[in-house]
């Protein structure tokens, strides 16, 4: 059972450039999100998506898009990568529940370590 | 404003002693609470977690977290540490019916002395 998958687990980008970092999870969960780690400030939220099809902004979501059109995948899109957006990538996700069902905990990946120098 | 506060940064403590380790949360609605630990270079991993019920939450590894409503508090103890737990440890809060959108503490790292 791999759980939620992200790749790469390393990249460096210069100023300027574009990527995407890769998640998917084989859980069937509804619920995918993509939070940043920085040093002292814990995580924070940057996109998150209730289901496919259905995305909404987190705490810092500028310089960032998200694109939801399968259960499984939820991708983020770097469009013009800047210093600042050194970190370390996270992205979870969680079982919504539905109307009478408990939902669960966020299930996290390994993580990416992006450097935009 | 949602906010999680974890007020140590960075805690020390002896092999064998107990550890007890901070969250303060303000949240409006009712709070699903969450305590992840994260190991150098790893992911998360979910110590325990409080949806409803018993405020005394039983985790993994021996850690067990009180709720407690009235102090807005879901503290973490251990009773007796080993230098395996040597972590960052995160509380964090999320809204009943949306665990995707969650608010984290900045962390606490915890050594552990032989």
């Known amino acids: 059972n791999a759980g939620v998958t992200q790749t790469p687990k390393f990249q460096v980008l210069k100023t300027g450039q574009s990527m995407t970092l890769q998640c998917a999870q084989d859980m069937n969960h509804e619920y995918m999100s993509w939070y940043r780690q920085d040093p002292g400030m814990g995580l924070r939220l940057i996109h998150y998506?209730?289901?496919?099809?259905?995305?909404d902004q987190g705490e810092v979501p500028n310089g960032y898009n998200v694109s939801r059109s399968t259960t499984e995948d939820f991708p983020l899109r770097l469009l013009s990568a800047a210093p600042s957006q050194t970190s370390v990538y996270f992205c979870?996700?969680?079982?919504?529940?539905?109307?009478?069902?408990?939902?669960?905990?966020?299930?996290f990946g390994q993580g990416t370590r992006l450097t935009v120098v | 404003a949602q906010s999680v506060t974890q007020p140590d940064i960075h805690i020390t403590v002896s092999e064998g002693a107990s550890l007890e380790l901070r969250c303060n949360y303000s949240y409006g609605a009712t709070p699903y609470l969450f305590w992840y630990v994260q190991s150098p270079g790893q992911g998360l991993q979910l110590l325990l977690k409080y949806f409803s019920g018993d405020t005394l939450v039983q985790g993994i590894k021996g850690f067990e977290a009180e709720f407690k409503r009235s102090q807005s508090s879901f503290n973490l103890r251990k009773p007796s540490v080993h230098w395996s737990d040597a972590a960052e440890y995160f509380c964090?809060?999320?809204?009943?019916?949306?665990?995707?959108?969650?608010?984290f503490g900045q962390g606490t790292t915890l050594q552990v002395k032989p």
């Open positions: 998506s209730v289901g496919a099809g259905i995305t």
């Open positions: 979870a996700s969680s079982y919504g529940g539905g109307r009478f069902l408990m939902n669960t905990e966020a299930f």
């Open positions: 964090a809060v999320g809204r009943s019916g949306n665990t995707g959108k969650l608010i």
